[in-house]
């Protein structure tokens, strides 16, 4: 009935038809469950797990994990929580997950204690989707349960991968086997001891096929000789330890078994797209709780400070950032959510172009916040007294990560320009 509804404490999410955005029944009591977990658990630990990094910057533990961590992903399994973002396991709807993801948001070690953390995430749905069931047994099982992690490897140092069908890492048959020769960067994750397993797109040349079906996925073992981590890379100067650092990787005649191919030769494209659908929109759900998160952060400061014998607030220019900023994180949050209930209703290509809009419009409009959120807090908000630097770092990398805005606002305009001329056609 409508009176159980509304003690989840969302708005009313209405999609353009004017339907509701329902969460499930489930769905609702994952997300109280998570608040809950969140507020007792994941925020009092913040401190704790953000010295950790700080005390051990140059130390051998640095690509470790502070113990908190595993008890608190313990904990989590426990209550159920793990896993949250692959319907098939967990039974959520994507509107379901879009309010967790948009909780889990609100700190930045949030989603590896639920298990919900990318690219582990993508990989873990690529298995799902694509794997053998030997490829499933051997590392999709191990990654729902948490015992290994893994990365992705696709972006190149020496082509623009914003055109992915550049990539030239290149992937050989020879005989019953496969070999690997090519540059990686920005494989996020493979500084982590447990990172094991690395899914490599590469090019398996077959002039004769259409520059979408030269490419392919393989399984590489981070243990196959051959494969060389170089450097960690920094994100404005954080190598951002928890999440295993963002690594370039080298593959000198890796060989690994035929087997390890995913799906088949020529079908990396394919593949990939339905990695990067849900990949991209858990990526935006989450910035919307980090965007509340900053303008708590901002409201808090503005109450508390005096400048010029009054409140920050009350000075008109702090008070319309916190307006703006209340206006940009609806209108992102519904857009999410409509992308959500388009990949709930169409799935994930049928929701291509709502995706490719949540991911412009969101890392835009929250780098903005973040940005005001900091100007709030003044010399503060740069420093680690505060969580905004970091912020602003990871939402500014979002621009770029998981395709540059201007790649996505070309394809939305191309299916804008094939939607309006369906319509043309339909009324002739």
């Known amino acids: 009935s409508m009176s159980k509804r509304t003690f989840s404490t969302v708005l009313p999410q209405i999609d353009t038809t004017g339907q509701l955005f329902v969460q499930t029944r489930k769905g609702q009591e994952v997300l109280i469950k998570v608040k809950h977990f969140m507020k007792q658990h994941i925020l009092p630990a913040e401190k704790e797990v ?23 992903k313990e904990m989590a399994k426990v209550e159920g929580l793990w896993n949250l973002f692959l319907p098939a396991v967990s039974g959520l709807s994507h509107v379901d997950y879009a309010l967790i993801a948009e909780e889990t948001g609100k700190c930045f070690f949030a989603p590896d204690v639920f298990n919900c953390q ?7 749905e690529v298995l799902h989707l694509y794997g053998s069931e030997e490829q499933k047994k051997q590392w999709l099982e191990p990654l729902l349960q948490g015992n290994i992690t893994s990365c992705f490897c696709m972006t190149e140092p020496d082509v ?10 290149s992937i050989q048959r020879d005989e019953d086997s496969y070999v690997i020769n090519g540059k990686k960067w920005w494989s996020s994750g493979a500084g982590n001891p447990k990172c094991k397993i690395a899914i490599v797109l590469g090019r398996t040349q077959n002039t004769s096929l259409s520059r979408h079906k030269q490419h392919s996925m393989i399984l590489v073992p981070m243990n196959t000789p051959g494969v060389k981590i170089i450097r960690p890379l920094s994100v404005f100067g954080y190598t951002d330890n928890f999440h295993g650092g963002h690594f370039e990787i080298h ?35 989450r910035t919307v709780g980090l965007a509340e998160r900053a303008l708590q952060i901002m409201c808090e400061r503005a109450t508390q400070r005096i400048a010029f014998k009054k409140k920050l607030y009350a000075h008109e220019v702090v008070a319309h950032w916190i307006a703006e900023s209340r206006i940009a994180i609806e209108k992102i949050r519904l857009l999410t959510l409509k ?12 929701a291509k172009k709502e995706i490719a809009m949540i991911k412009v419009a969101a890392p835009r409009a929250v ?9 709030v807090c003044g010399g503060a908000g740069v420093s680690q007294d505060y969580p ?25 305009a191309t299916m804008e320009l094939r939607d309006q001329a369906k319509r043309l056609t339909a009324k002739i």
């Open 160 to 169: 623009a991968s914003s055109d992915a069908t550049n990539i030239e890492c």
């Open 339 to 350: 992308a959500a209930h388009s990949m709930d209703t169409l799935g994930s290509a049928g």
């Open 388 to 412: 905004l630097a970091n912020m602003y770092a990871i939402t500014r990398v979002l621009r770029l990560a998981d395709g540059p805005d201007e790649v996505h606002l070309s394809a939305i």
């Open 50 to 72: 953000t010295e950790f990094y700080v005390q051990n910057e140059n130390s051998v533990d640095k690509w470790g994990k502070p113990l908190v961590i595993d008890k608190l």
């Open 118 to 124: 990318a690219p582990d995430t993508g990989n873990m």
């Open 367 to 375: 780098s903005k916040i973040v940005d005001w959120a900091i100007q």
């Open 251 to 285: 593959f000198n005649q890796v060989r690994v078994p035929a087997t390890n191919l995913i799906l088949g030769e020529g079908r990396g494209f394919e593949i990939s797209q339905g990695r990067l659908g849900p990949g991209r929109i858990h990526h935006c759900m």
